[in-house]
């Protein structure tokens, strides 16, 4: 059974940091990218920030600058560093690995396509 578990989260007052973690069961060196998405109240979720398994990363235009995602392919493990954080920054924060590479659209998809979820991490930044 395939597990992502993410820690890390908590509440932190606006300009703080934290640093989420997202521990697999999966080889993520074989996954093509490794994705952190957010929830937040009444909104859809929107991904984060994004790194592929040759090291591409991608960033929300609203995180850029501020947020970082790195692995360790020793630990099967994917980060979240985020400084200088903003109430809108609140949110249930999710791990995906994904079987496509980064942009790549589903319908474009050849093969056999895995998308694996955690079960998410409460962020909440006060202002």
């Known amino acids: 059974q395939v597990q992502l578990v993410e820690s890390g989260g908590g509440l932190v007052q606006a300009g703080g940091s934290l640093r989420l973690s997202c521990a697999t069961s999966?080889?993520?060196?074989?996954?093509?990218?490794m994705g952190w998405y957010r929830q937040a109240p009444g909104k859809q979720r929107e991904l984060v920030a994004a790194?592929?398994?040759?090291?591409?990363?991608d960033y929300a235009d609203s995180v850029k600058g501020r947020f970082t995602i790195s692995r360790d392919n020793a630990k099967d493990t994917v980060y979240l560093q985020m400084n200088s954080l903003k109430p809108e920054d609140t949110g249930v924060y999710s791990c995906?690995?994904?079987?496509?590479?980064?942009?790549?659209?589903?319908?474009?998809?050849?093969?056999?396509?895995?998308?694996?979820w955690g079960q998410g991490t409460q962020v909440t930044v006060s202002s």
């Open positions: 790194i592929t398994s040759d090291g591409r990363t």
């Open positions: 999966l080889s993520i060196i074989s996954i093509n990218t």
């Open positions: 995906n690995a994904d079987s496509r590479r980064l942009g790549l659209q589903l319908k474009d998809y050849i093969g056999s396509y895995y998308s694996y």
